[in-house]
């Protein structure tokens, strides 16, 4: 049986030191004169398209297609700066994830997705920056959908056209740090590990009801034994 292992990226993978919500706030003010336009919006686990969504909303907004398109392509731009700044708060891969990404690569019944609230674009400006992007093949991203428990299917319909045989004996996993991960991988039937290594305690993502929770993902062999059989 072929697992399907979907990461989350912000606080799961990687922490960028406020890359992304500081060029969120740049583009805001800078496409459409709001300033702090975050302050106050709840970002951890959710995707990019219903954050700007919920900024726009606080300043008496509407982001339709066209103020979603206006957006995201300088977005992406001020991100590729930002990134490459010290930014505030850890900037750094999380604990154990380039032992475990080079296990789970070398296997040949393993399929690693992404499943993120970030633009696909995004998406791979943080993960480029720390020379992860290649570890995945494909995902879903926050410029697919607004609704982030929509997102599992959308990557497993990627990872079929990417080459893993259809039906349904496939073990889909999502690794995520918010309950918006869990919530998602109970959507579409998933299991759900979560790693304490975001902005939400161990016994926070306990209470979302995950399958298995890590204060980090450094004791490889035991997140690879509860991948394997569920314990």
Not at 110 to 134: C, H, M, P, Q, S
Not at 171 to 187: E, L, Q, S, Y
Request: proline share 3%.
């Amino acid at each position: 049986m072929t697992k399907i292992v979907l990461f989350d990226i912000d606080g799961t993978l990687v922490l960028t030191g406020g890359a992304g919500l500081r060029a969120m706030n740049r583009v805001c003010r800078d496409v459409l004169g709001i300033d702090n336009a975050l302050d106050g919006v709840s970002v951890a686990g959710r995707t990019d398209w219903i954050i700007l969504s919920d900024a726009l909303s606080k300043a008496g907004r509407t982001l339709d297609a066209a103020a979603l398109d206006a957006l995201r392509t300088p977005y992406v731009r001020l991100l590729a700066e930002e990134i490459q700044a010290a930014g505030q708060g850890p900037k750094a891969v999380m604990p154990g994830i380039g032992a475990l990404l080079d296990h789970l690569d070398a296997r040949d019944d393993v399929f690693l997705g992404l499943v993120t609230g970030n633009f696909r674009e995004a998406a791979r400006i943080k993960l480029e920056y720390f020379d992860l992007w290649g570890y995945f093949t494909c995902g879903a991203f926050g410029d697919d959908a607004a609704d982030r428990n929509a997102l599992v299917p959308m990557a497993l319909a990627r990872a079929q056209e990417h080459g893993l045989p259809g039906g349904a004996n496939h073990d889909v996993i999502v690794v995520g740090d918010t309950p918006h991960d869990i919530a998602c991988a109970r959507a579409a039937g998933a299991r759900a590990i979560a790693v304490a290594t975001g902005t939400f305690s161990a016994d926070a993502l306990r209470a979302c009801g995950a399958d298995a929770v890590f204060d980090d993902l450094s004791d490889t062999g035991r997140v690879l034994q509860i991948f394997h059989d569920g314990r």
